[in-house]
């Protein structure tokens, strides 16, 4: 299988956000801010913390492996000043992702091994500027026919959900460099083209119905 991309940000130091098991809660700020010079420390149960949303420069927000429960919350699509790559993968998180997350426009976001339901289509479109997306060991269910993708995206990781339909003709027309949607529901030929034949058989097995290169031939 072709490697996938690193995830790392692009300012690694930049920020660093930590919260305890359950995500309402803030405990550490410590972040490159105008407003924060040095680390801002706030004990739970007190008063309330600062919202992550307001802070303007946050260049990257590592959430990962922190064995986070509960809901995403509705404010990480709020942000007003930069748009933060958002990485929240290795946690047990539940729920369904906030619709407010598709008024932004992302360019990494990593949700990977979660326990995340629903649909995450409103996160695509040609105008959006996301060049990496996994959502890759969810429970998601939506219908991946009609989805248009931004022609921003390079990496694209949805193996191990409920995903249906079939793979879009757009994909052919991007410069994909890592694609995943094995172990979904997904049926139809896949689309010919761009870059889509230059993945192996791993990217697409153990789908409803897929065929066409590299799979088996269509009948």
């Not at 992550?52 to 990480?76: C, E, M, Q, V």
């Not at 989805?147 to 027309?173: C, K, W, Y």
């Amino acid at each position: 299988m072709t490697r996938k991309p690193s995830y790392k940000s692009r300012k690694p130091s930049t920020t660093l956000i930590n919260w305890p098991r359950g995500i309402p809660t803030l405990i550490a700020v410590i972040a490159q801010e105008p407003h924060f010079p040095r680390p801002v420390v706030q004990r739970p149960n007190r008063s309330h913390p600062p919202s992550i949303s307001n802070l303007p420069n946050l260049d990257a927000l590592h959430l990962d492996r922190n064995k986070l429960t509960g809901s995403i919350p509705d404010s990480l699509g709020k942000f007003t000043g930069k748009v933060p790559d958002l990485y929240l993968s290795h946690n047990q998180l539940t729920g369904s992702v906030p619709r407010s997350l598709g008024d932004l426009n992302f360019t990494v976001l990593d949700f990977s091994r979660n326990q995340l339901q629903g649909d995450i289509s409103f996160l695509f479109g040609t105008n959006k500027t996301i060049q990496i997306l996994d959502f890759s060991r969810n429970m998601l269910e939506f219908n991946l026919t009609k989805v248009e993708f931004p022609a921003s995206l390079t990496s694209l990781d949805l193996n191990h959900n409920r995903i249906m339909g079939s793979l879009p003709e757009g994909l052919s027309q991007l410069n994909l460099q890592y694609l995943n949607v094995s172990y979904n529901r997904l049926c139809g030929q896949i689309p010919v083209g761009g870059k889509l034949q230059s993945f192996d058989a791993s990217s697409y097995v153990h789908n409803k119905c897929l065929c066409g290169a590299p799979l088996q031939p269509c009948n």
